[in-house]
């Protein structure tokens, strides 16, 4: 998938998501362990599905897209009512991860 596909797909997935109510750490915790990943290693198409998972849930969730280097990156972003907001990242485990560490992880990027 190109760049600038992928981001029209998330600016739209954002925007829909924007009228749900944000969810508590816990009821993420439960979406990502019941999450049955799809046959990819890609983020995009990871985090993109994912997200498809927590608006049928009824979750607001945030496609992130960090610009690295040479290419781009995607996490899932949520903003909890009790933890305030976190990541996941599926490329690298079923794991929910604080917008800090996000942040360190991928070189500062906000």
């Given at each position: 998938?190109?760049?600038?596909?992928?981001?029209?797909?998330?600016?739209?997935?954002?925007?829909?998501?924007s009228?749900?109510?944000?969810?508590n750490?816990?009821?993420?915790?439960?979406?990502?362990?019941?999450?049955?990943?799809?046959d990819?290693?890609?983020?995009?198409?990871?985090?993109?599905?994912?997200?498809r998972?927590?608006?049928?849930?009824?979750?607001?969730?945030?496609?992130?897209?960090?610009?690295?280097?040479?290419?781009?990156?995607t996490?899932?972003?949520?903003?909890?009512?009790?933890?305030?907001?976190?990541?996941?990242?599926?490329?690298?485990?079923k794991?929910?991860?604080?917008?800090?560490?996000?942040?360190?992880?991928?070189?500062?990027v906000?």
């Amino acid at each position: 998938m190109n760049a600038l596909l992928f981001i029209s797909i998330a600016v739209m997935l954002n925007f829909c998501s924007s009228a749900l109510p944000s969810p508590n750490y816990d009821d993420v915790q439960k979406l990502v362990d019941n999450y049955n990943e799809i046959d990819s290693r890609v983020c995009a198409d990871l985090t993109l599905d994912l997200n498809r998972e927590a608006i049928s849930h009824g979750m607001e969730s945030k496609i992130v897209l960090i610009k690295l280097r040479e290419n781009y990156h995607t996490v899932l972003s949520f903003n909890t009512t009790d933890k305030g907001k976190v990541c996941v990242d599926l490329t690298r485990s079923k794991q929910i991860y604080s917008r800090d560490d996000i942040m360190n992880r991928y070189g500062g990027v906000k």
